[in-house]
């Protein structure tokens, strides 16, 4: 039987600085809390403690963090607006041997945040780069959710405007993944609107505020979490939603979809046959169009009604 600790394995150093040849250069990406200050890592707080520089998003947050530690440090500023301008720069101090460590303004650096391109060129020209794990709301809130969590799709912002959201919402319709967004409060109930018109009324949670004082999760279908919201107004505070795979139902009107695809590009060219299926079945056009498309090439409408290929193509 496993032993509760078999896991730790004390033996193999965890790699910090410390155990690290001193004039060698090494990007860590440390992720920091996202509301509770407990959460930061020991080791996190060690590299932070170790390294030469903080690359952070916005030196007011951070020296907020490394206050509370009792760090100081020459913080480099690195966010959307300046990150091609500083990259070359964070990038040289690295070959002259640095310790740099990356932070956002919470949680992991890089998700949502800054930070791939830095990781994709630090790493192609064969510097050390290690990652400190901690918090992320995405995944807190997903293993929160009370959703199924062995297929994930993390979707980060949507569009901002109703009509884009949507079709975003159509291009992942049919995983059968669990979807994960990030929301602002004040847009909550649109973007609620809209994964129920666009998903169906799958079941879902909204989880707000996570490893605050006023942490909450709320699950429940997406038209019952709409209708909640929309009486009770907007909450507070910082949000992910999570919306669960598609139904039972719905897988099965996936497959309905194919056969009634099947059967009409027997007959029809893919544009008309996602016309004629789509206006049949009450999908979303593109949805069904985009099926369609998938089918034929898959070579699916060789099995259709007429037997051998189905309609020819533009
Ligand atoms: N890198 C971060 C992470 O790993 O959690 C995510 C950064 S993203 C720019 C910020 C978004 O994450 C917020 O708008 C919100 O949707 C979500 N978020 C961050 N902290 C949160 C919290 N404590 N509770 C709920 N959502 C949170």
Do not use: W
């Not at 080791?43 to 947050?61: H, N, P, Q, V």
């Not at 040289?92 to 800054?114: F, H």
């Not at 009324?201 to 909450?216: C, I, Q, Y």
């Amino acid at each position: 039987m496993a032993k509760p600790n078999d896991r730790v394995q004390p033996s193999k150093p965890a790699p910090s600085p410390i155990s690290r040849d001193a004039g060698i250069g090494e990007l860590g990406l440390v992720a920091t809390p996202i509301g509770n200050l407990g959460d930061l890592s020991v080791r996190a707080a060690e590299y932070l403690r170790a390294a030469d520089a903080i690359a952070c998003e916005d030196s007011r947050i951070t020296i907020r963090l490394l206050q509370h530690l009792q760090i100081k440090k020459p913080l480099l500023s690195y966010h959307d607006h300046n990150a091609d301008e500083m990259r070359p720069r964070l990038i040289e101090r690295l070959q002259r041997g640095e310790k740099m460590a990356l932070v956002s303004d919470a949680g992991t650096p890089l998700i949502s945040d800054p930070g791939f391109k830095l990781v994709r060129e630090v790493a192609a020209l064969g510097i050390a780069v290690t990652a400190l794990p901690g918090p992320s709301a995405p995944i807190m809130a997903l293993i929160l959710s009370g959703l199924p969590t062995d297929r994930f799709l993390f979707l980060g912002f949507l569009a901002a405007k109703s009509a884009a959201r949507r079709t975003e919402l159509e291009e992942v319709a049919g995983l059968r993944a669990s979807l994960i967004l990030f929301e602002t409060a004040p847009r909550l109930v649109t973007a609620l609107s809209d994964l129920r018109a666009v998903l169906g009324d799958r079941p879902a949670a909204v989880a707000r505020e996570l490893t605050k004082m006023f942490e909450e999760v709320r699950r429940g279908s997406l038209q019952e979490l709409l209708d909640h919201y929309t009486q009770a107004g907007p909450p507070k505070g910082e949000i992910v939603i999570v919306v669960g795979p598609p139904l039972a139902e719905a897988a099965n009107a996936a497959v309905d979809l194919d056969a009634a695809l099947l059967k009409a590009l027997g007959v029809l060219r893919v544009k008309e046959a996602a016309e004629a299926v789509a206006a049949a079945t009450n999908l979303p056009k593109r949805q069904v169009y985009q099926r369609a498309l998938e089918l034929k090439q898959q070579g699916g409408a060789d099995k259709g009604a007429r037997g051998e290929g189905g309609a020819d193509d533009e």
